[in-house]
């Protein structure tokens, strides 16, 4: 009698412990449609993160998430694009600062427009900035480095780090006031910043946006 109580406690302990870690899990998953595989499932699970926890993220992943990175697309293989990895918190900070000055006589949008509170942070406390920036002389390379882009996010989704892009930022960099931080990017003539990409360990685990299935179009 004795061992059969024994055992079903531990059987209530193993369903309890295992209830647990399933309320646990982030709430990532998307509604919509099922995933047939991993890429799609982290393609439809990718959320823009915008709390992130303060360890730095690992150089192996980071050398991967780059790897698939260079792997993107580009018109005529041109590589039009300039990856500047910032893991300098001096850096970071200092463009933050920047940013905040810049953004306080002007009416911001969506994040940027909490640029006065305090603690605010344009790249949401992430310990990893990616700076992605555009050859102003090649026609594709906008789109070059958008793809490049989404291969960073896609990689970070399935290594569970979080990513967001910061475009907003970009304005401030392309004032005079930023030219000593932009020139610590080193990049070649005709360069320039055109998104930026945070990445960490995730701190939220925001629903899906609404997507509008109207913009697609099938012609038969
Ligand atoms: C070009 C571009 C610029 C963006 N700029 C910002 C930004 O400055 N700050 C921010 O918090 N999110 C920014 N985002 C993230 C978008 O707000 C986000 O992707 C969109 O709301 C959809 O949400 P999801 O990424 O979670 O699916 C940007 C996204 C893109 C593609």
């Keep these: ?7 079903m406690k ?11 870690m399933a309320s646990c899990q982030p709430q990532t998953k998307h509604e919509t449609m099922e995933a047939k595989n991993q890429t ?4 439809l699970n990718r959320r823009s993160t915008r709390a992130y926890k303060p360890e730095q993220i ?10 698939c990175a260079i792997n ?3 018109a005529l293989n041109k590589q039009s694009w300039e ?9 970071i900070n200092a463009i933050n600062e920047g940013f905040v000055k810049y953004a306080s006589n002007k009416k911001m949008e969506g994040n940027a427009s909490k640029s006065q509170e305090p603690n605010f942070s344009v790249f949401h406390g992430a310990p990893t900035i990616i700076v992605v920036a555009n050859d102003t002389k090649n026609d594709y390379s906008e789109v070059d480095c958008g793809l490049l882009g989404q291969n960073i996010l896609v990689a970070a989704e399935s ?6 892009v910061v475009g907003g930022v970009i304005a401030y960099l392309s004032t005079p006031e930023a030219k000593d931080l932009v020139a610590q990017l080193n990049l070649p003539p005709n360069y320039k910043p055109l998104y930026t990409i945070t990445i960490g360990y995730k701190n939220q685990w925001p629903d899906a ?10 012609i038969k």
């Design 159 to 164: 290594m569970n780090l979080g990513t967001c």
């Design 72 to 74: 993107a697309p580009s």
């Design 40 to 43: 799609v499932e982290d393609i």
């Design 1 to 7: 009698m004795e061992a059969k109580i024994q055992l």
């Design 83 to 91: 990856v500047r990895v910032i893991q300098k918190p001096a850096l």
């Design 58 to 67: 690992r150089n192996e992943d980071l050398d991967i998430i780059l790897q």
């Design 10 to 20: 531990k059987v209530y302990a193993i369903a309890l412990i295992a209830t647990l």
């Design 209 to 218: 946006k609404p997507r509008d299935k109207t913009k697609i179009q099938i």
